[in-house]
């Protein structure tokens, strides 16, 4: 005989990626492409953290940074998985401010491993600066108040550079040629998510900024380890942290 089951179905939260109910995440947001890395920052920067969502490994917490509630949320690699993280703590979590806290490869000689670079604007071969308004080729920026504030902490915690940098869609980019053009035009470092970022903020209405730590240099091949990779981000989480404070 059939057996009758009843089942309590808890109404689903979140969204497809975020596991978090509504409140979990404060309206302002670190961001690193690493989720150890977010655990990392999570235990030495913000107190009271809390886990606030795992979906596919993806860690986000919140806690308080200065008495403030603030949160952090791995996005990912690429511009695909921050524009869908960056695109629901806007649009579903009511979240302000993120600030990637990201890694990349210095350009020129200028900028050397374990320097920060705080990206005032981001290149692209990404489509997402072709893709959003038709016909027009958008110019991908941060907040100029995230912009202006996380230069003023810079002034503490140099070598610092502020320029552009380039989002590139591939990691094994094997066209030399490109960063010399990219370095000709006074572009900083590569890496996979500024931009994405930056037109996420746009549509969305929220502010953005990445302020990223030089891991490797793609003229000299010095490169940090992994392990440092996940750790060596207190001069650029601290920026980013008083970037999201500006004007609170
Ligand atoms: O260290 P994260 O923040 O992930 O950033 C950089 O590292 C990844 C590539 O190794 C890309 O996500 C790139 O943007
Ligand atoms: O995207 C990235 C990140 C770090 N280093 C690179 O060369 N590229």
């Known amino acids: 005989m059939k057996q009758e089951t009843t089942t309590t179905r808890t109404p689903p939260t979140g969204t497809p990626h975020i596991a978090a109910a509504p409140g979990d995440f404060a309206p302002l947001v670190l961001m690193p492409g690493d989720p150890r890395r977010a655990r990392h920052i999570a235990e030495t920067f913000l107190k009271d953290a809390r886990q606030v969502t795992d979906v596919r490994g993806i860690l986000g917490y919140t806690g308080t940074h200065l008495g403030v509630p603030m949160s952090v949320l791995a996005s990912g690699m690429g511009i695909p998985s921050m524009s869908i993280y960056a695109t629901e703590l806007f649009r579903h979590y009511d979240v302000r401010r993120i600030v990637r806290v990201g890694t990349a490869g210095a350009i020129p000689l200028s900028v050397s491993l374990r320097d920060v670079i705080i990206a005032s604007a981001a290149h692209t071969d990404s489509s997402v600066s072709g893709l959003l308004v038709g016909g027009v080729t958008l110019s991908l920026t941060p907040s100029y108040r995230l912009l202006r504030a996380a230069a003023d ?25 490109v960063f010399d053009a990219l370095a000709g035009r006074g572009t900083l470092a590569v890496e996979m998510e500024a931009a994405g970022l930056y037109a996420v903020a ?3 209405g929220g502010e953005a900024l990445a302020v990223l730590t030089a891991s490797d240099h793609v003229r000299t091949g010095e490169a940090l380890s992994a392990e440092e990779r996940e750790t060596c981000f207190d001069r650029a989480v601290r920026i980013a942290a008083a970037a999201l404070l500006a004007d609170v």
Do not use: K, M, Q, T
């Open 153 to 177: 902490a810079a002034r503490w915690e140099e070598p610092v550079h502020i320029g552009p940098v380039f989002s590139s869609d591939h990691f094994y980019l094997d066209r030399p040629g």
């Open 202 to 204: 746009g549509a969305e």
